[in-house]
């Protein structure tokens, strides 16, 4: 080996004191997404999934629903529901793989990382979003062809509404990764909470009222129509603090003080 | 270089590590001992800022670890091999760690062919590795970013002997050019050809520590005879203990020489006397362990 010790050894080289930058830190952690196995078969399925579901709209969907704002919408489905667990496994296969040791050696300021895998969280959402808008552009070009109307129009409101909807599921599974650091607990948990939780409000009077405030479920949905008012910003926000920031700050620390094995 | 102070760490009740104190210079390798479960690891991992101390301090070129940016350009650490995501291949391991540290990743075949892991092999995920080959990896890995201090646990594990000889050679290679290597291990023979001090541990406390030629010569002689009893009555005249191994020879904490005049004046017949060297340590390493008796490894 070559390794070029240096001629003071008791002096510390600046490039191993300058902190690594969290742009490139980010990048690692997007490339990291995606290098694996699980990651890699995740985005192939949300995009075959994606792809489906114009599929679905240009071969059952009645004429006049087949409009560029339908296939953009309805397309957003798959990488709702699966882009999350890509940011819950970016978190926790640091622990389930152990490569938390390895990750941690090389950028002791662990809340760096942890910013880094959020950054790379919101980017990926910001992408797959992109993706879909190409997607159902192309598959609303097909749509006169199917007999439907192949409108174009599309609320701008809508562009930002739904790419915060991405964003903040993508960065709730952040959250429930950190907050959990178990691969299965954590995808469970991420499904079937919210989920309860839907349903206890649905079906019990008495939380109604702060059902319509506390379930993202509910109050996310909002951001699918065009110009949401200030009411349903102020619900949806108020669940977001509830199901992704808190737990976000909650994981964040459990992840600080963890000790690495 | 390497310097911890009284590094305490407790479990509980249980002290896993207990006023540990110890340097590594540059152009040395220390060789760190001790049973499983002794503490060495915790040890380890509280050098490079994974496991927060009870108490103490250990600082790297005079920096705590945790308060270095980029580690990686300044200390390699191996701790566990195993710690790798199955499922990405070993040239993406180390291309993290370039991108990470701020390489260009055009270095990673390179590094490597160099642990001997080519081209096919590179492009293998983790999964199918053999622990041989996850050392590499890791030997790899940890001297990606051209450090000057290695820390490495138990690197041995899983190399055939072949291996642990390529890898002594790596180890004095880069001690010899000034770096300095804290490697740790469990088998005395694993690291005495290659360390020149050696640190032994066990139930969280330092045993013994000290240059190896000094330790080894600590360790005794080796003294054979025709009369057993003769020799046995002599040792104890001289107020010394010695320990009878199996084949008849008896290990004596003195030098040859005082031995040798003592053995003349009495007339007592030896056939063999000589320096114990490494069977000596051996033999101490095995009694300074023996009373620490090997606990489940603190996690």
């Not at chain 2, 009870?54 to 350009?73: K, M």
């Amino acid at each position: 080996m070559t390794a070029p010790v240096s001629t003071t050894p008791t002096t510390l080289p600046a490039s191993a004191a300058a902190p690594v930058p969290l742009t490139r830190l980010t990048m690692v952690e997007l490339r990291k997404l995606a290098d694996t196995r699980a990651g890699m078969w995740l985005l192939i399925v949300i995009g075959f999934a994606t792809v489906a579901t114009s599929a679905i709209l240009l071969g059952w969907a009645e004429d006049e629903e087949m409009t560029f704002t339908a296939f953009y919408t309805f397309g957003l489905a798959p990488s709702a529901v699966l882009l999350p667990v890509l940011g819950i496994l970016s978190v926790t296969s640091e622990w389930s793989q152990r490569t938390a040791l390895a990750t941690f050696t090389l950028v002791p300021a662990r809340a760096r990382v942890l910013l880094a895998k959020v950054g790379a969280g919101a980017l990926i959402a910001i992408a797959a979003t992109a993706a879909t808008a190409i997607l159902a552009a192309g598959a609303n070009a097909l749509a006169p062809a199917f007999g439907g109307d192949g409108a174009w129009s599309l609320d701008p409101s809508l562009i930002w509404q739904t790419l915060l909807f991405q964003v903040i599921f993508v960065l709730m599974g952040n959250a429930f990764g950190a907050l959990l650091l178990n691969t299965p607990l954590a995808i469970v948990v991420f499904f079937a909470l919210p989920t309860v939780w839907s349903i206890l409000g649905g079906s019990i009077r008495a939380l109604a009222d702060a059902s319509a405030w506390l379930d993202l479920n509910v109050t996310s949905q909002a951001t699918m129509e065009a110009d949401m008012t200030s009411g349903e910003w102020a619900r949806m926000a108020v669940s977001t603090v509830v199901w992704v920031v808190l737990p976000l700050l909650l994981g964040g620390w459990r992840v600080l003080r963890r000790e690495v094995s | 270089m390497i310097t911890v102070e009284n590094l305490t760490k407790t479990y509980g009740a249980q002290r896993a590590v207990d006023g540990v104190s110890f340097t590594c210079e540059p152009g040395t390798v220390t060789g760190f001992l001790g049973p499983n479960g002794a503490g060495k690891s915790t040890t380890l991992r509280m050098i490079c800022g994974l496991t927060p101390p009870s108490s103490g301090r250990a600082t790297v070129s005079g920096v705590a670890y945790r308060r270095l940016g980029n580690p990686g350009r300044h200390v390699g650490v191996l701790l566990d091999a195993s710690a790798q995501h199955a499922g990405r291949t070993g040239r993406e391991v180390l291309a993290l760690a370039a991108i990470t540290m701020g390489l260009d990743t055009a270095r990673v075949p390179d590094r490597l062919a160099r642990v001997g892991l080519d081209g096919t092999a590179a492009k293998r995920r983790v999964r199918a590795y053999s622990l041989g080959m996850r050392q590499r990896l890791g030997l790899a890995y940890a001297m990606l970013g051209d450090p000057a201090v290695l820390v490495l646990d138990e690197p041995a594990n899983g190399l055939d002997p072949e291996g642990i000889h390529w890898m002594r050679g790596l180890l004095r290679g880069f001690a010899d050019r000034g770096g300095t290597v804290l490697l740790s291990s469990h088998l005395l023979r694993e690291v005495e050809v290659v360390a020149d001090r050696l640190v032994v541990i066990g139930n969280g406390r330092i045993l013994t520590q000290g240059d190896k030629e000094a330790l080894l010569g600590a360790a005794g002689t080796m003294v054979r005879t025709t009369d057993p009893a003769a020799l046995d009555a002599l040792l104890q005249r001289m107020g010394l203990t010695g320990t009878t191994s199996a084949d008849g020879s008896v290990l004596v904490p003195a030098d040859a020489q005082t031995i040798g005049q003592a053995a003349a004046a009495a007339g007592v017949v030896l056939l063999e006397l000589r320096p114990a060297g490494s069977g000596g340590l051996e033999e101490m390493f095995l009694r300074l362990t023996a009373g620490a008796e090997p606990e489940k490894a603190a996690r």
